[in-house]
């Protein structure tokens, strides 16, 4: 995944006429102070309730400790108790410039996964460092993390200067050695700002202690920041909540991420692609007079009805029919774990999306990324606290966007045992939209043509029905050799017969293809519905395939309907090595052949396959016999 370097202006010009709403996070390591900086900045600048600044220093006087400010941000008993904010809070703040969100976020190691919640929540970031204990292990760490759920906007507040006597070599080095930090992974700090939460150093005034500081205050560097590009004028990304009955009518509810639609529109539904008009846009008012909107924009939670009634799900995700998000079983994705038990290649876990949720499984972790130095490593599984690039896998369709396109839709969290364990952004790196593959057709001239034959007579006059025997397993388990002796033995009892080999099918029908990942799943789709026709021929199709995904597996089944029959070959990897017809096991080990399943590429199982041959435990003859017999039961008429 490549990196992005993004400069920031240094002063909005614009920015006193503006009053839009900017979602800052606030991060740091624990106690350097975020909770103190952010009450000050409220004291500050005017921004608390009435009466909230004497009943919290009442508060104290009652229970004989000294006033801090921080008490004014960490509103929870436990956190007081604790002295470390264990959540994010959010809160409403103001500036003559501009509207916030300011969201405060856990810099203690145990409460990372809340601050990962916060920085997929805002827009810009205001980190603290200590600047009697500098830049540490979990200050690198709240910098990637920013980088990773797309936080590109960043001030640095080196806090606690009158504990180092507002030195400026001290603010110097630690400046210098934070920049260079961010800016090795794509992120340039518009400002590095010393200050002094608890004395009020350049929060929202100026410092007296430190006149060498000719920048910003805090509050003129927040105010600094350009706002993102509106929502609005993105793409339309519209995830489903929840479909209600009311009045009669099915409408379907939820806030509108990104970009806008109006009534009449035309929609699709990903990843089912349906489409349907916007009939009518539903808002919900107290007031008589009340008249419906006609059109909603990206930030409103809404409810639509449609020209027609399709069944829609809760997770689909509404676009435009000309500017549809990506559609794919598979993706990479640079992620942060937290789960107490390690992230680990071959395990399930579950995938939420926007308000999409469904089972994956974590493909291959491609590399571990050390945060503090940004060396790579190799591993098959990602520790606490890690970073790590993986490949995930889904059993079905997935509509979703680059984060890089959209970072609404982008990003995602991974459940595992119920507790949200890790999140991260999504890159196609390597992956195509699957979306052509999934389309019926790409012409609108086309009819299909009916047949003078039914497939009923078909199997009259054959004696058999038509069929596909899909032959999945590893390399080495026997396909091949079972195809072709099998289409021998029918071919001599009657049966109209034709093996699909891997091999073969490259000569002609797939000879464009390569092996990348989507010439892989093309190659699948293609036989499969290659097969198909065979079998609505009355034929009995039978592939040789390692067909290692599932997902493929379950598109040439979609193919031939009720007529799919899943056949694993099973053989265990060390027997396939052994075997090794073609030497492709011995390339693989030695790093000749990547991606190569059982060896550094996962098969996956069939879940509740037709029928399972073991060519591991049982010889040749009494495979084909058990074969034989199979086709007998199922096809012969």
């Not at 706002?227 to 009518?249: E, I």
């Not at 996962?602 to 060519?615: A, G, K, M, Q, R």
Request: charged share 25%; net charge negative.
């Amino acid at each position: 995944m490549g990196e992005t370097n993004v400069k920031l202006a240094s002063i909005n010009p614009d920015a006193q006429k503006a009053r839009d709403l900017l979602r800052i996070v606030i991060v740091g390591h624990v106690d350097h102070g975020k909770s103190t900086l952010v009450g000050r900045l409220f004291h500050d600048t005017g921004s608390l309730p009435d009466g909230k600044y004497e009943s919290i220093k009442a508060m104290c006087e009652r229970r004989g400790v000294p006033f801090e400010y921080a008490f004014l941000m960490d509103a929870l008993q436990a956190e007081r108790d604790q002295g470390i904010t264990i959540d994010t809070s959010q809160i409403w703040f103001k500036t003559e410039a501009r509207d916030y969100t300011i969201i405060d976020a856990p810099g203690h190691k145990e409460f990372l996964k809340n601050m990962i919640t916060g920085a997929a929540q805002s827009d810009a970031a205001l980190l603290i460092i200590d600047a009697a204990e500098g830049v540490r292990e979990q200050s690198r760490r709240h910098g990637y993390l920013l980088h990773l759920m797309g936080v590109r906007q960043v001030a640095v507040a080196v806090n606690k200067m009158d504990l180092v006597g507002y030195e400026q070599e001290q603010f110097d080095l630690i400046e210098e050695e934070y920049r260079d930090y961010l800016r090795s992974i794509g992120v340039e700090p518009t400002f590095v700002i010393p200050v002094s939460a608890r004395e009020g150093d350049n929060i929202a005034n100026g410092s007296k202690s430190m006149p060498w500081y000719k920048g910003p205050t805090v509050v003129k560097a927040l105010d600094s920041f350009l706002p993102n590009a509106p929502l609005v004028d993105q793409s339309l990304r519209f995830p489903v909540q929840d479909v209600y009955k009311f009045d009669q009518r099915r409408i379907i509810a939820g806030r509108i991420e990104s970009g806008s639609l109006k009534v009449g529109d035309k929609l699709v539904f990903s990843p089912s692609n349906k489409t349907a008009k916007v009939q009518s846009i539903e808002s919900w008012s107290a007031r008589d007079d009340f008249t419906p909107p006609t059109e909603a924009v990206a930030g409103e939670s809404v409810g639509i009805t449609l020209d027609e009634q399709i069944f829609v799900e809760r997770g689909e995700l509404i676009s435009h029919e000309e500017d549809a998000p990506i559609e794919t079983e598979v993706f990479r994705a640079r992620l942060f774990w937290l789960g107490h038990d390690p992230l680990t290649a071959g395990k399930s876990y579950k995938l939420k999306l926007g308000t999409f949720e469904t089972p994956v499984t974590v493909q291959k972790v491609d590399r571990i990324i050390d945060t503090s130095d940004l060396s790579n490593s190799e591993s098959e599984q990602v520790e606490r606290n890690q970073v790590a690039e993986v490949t995930i896998r889904a059993r079905r369709m997935l509509a979703l966007d680059e984060f890089t396109n959209n970072g609404r839709t982008g990003r995602f969290v991974l459940v595992d045992n119920y507790d949200i364990a890790g999140g991260g952004i999504i890159s196609m790196e390597g992956y195509a939209d699957q979306r052509s593959m999934i389309m019926a057709t790409k012409s609108t001239n086309i009819t299909r043509v009916e047949h003078g034959v039914s497939i009923e007579e078909r199997a009259r006059r054959n004696g058999h029905k038509g069929g596909v025997l899909w032959f999945t397993g590893l390399s080495g388990a026997g396909k091949s050799t079972l195809a072709v002796a099998l289409e021998k033995l029918l071919f001599e009892k009657g049966y109209s017969s034709y093996v699909l080999d891997g091999d073969n099918v490259r000569h002609g029908l797939n000879a464009n293809l390569g092996f990348s990942p989507e010439d892989r799943a093309e190659n699948i789709r293609r036989v499969g519905e290659t097969a198909a026709l065979f079998q609505r021929a009355g034929m009995l199709a039978i592939t040789s395939f390692i067909s290692p995904y599932r997902s493929d597996r379950d598109r040439a089944r979609a193919a031939a309907g009720d007529s799919f029959h899943e056949i694993y070959v099973k053989a265990d990897v060390e027997t396939c090595k052994q075997r090794d017809p073609k030497g492709l096991y011995k390339k693989a080990i030695a790093g000749e052949i990547k991606e190569f399943t059982g060896i550094s590429a996962p098969y996956e199982e069939p879940d509740s396959p037709n029928l399972v041959i073991d060519t591991a435990e049982t010889p040749l003859e009494e495979c084909l016999e058990i074969l034989v017999n199979y086709v007998e039961r199922n096809f012969r008429v």
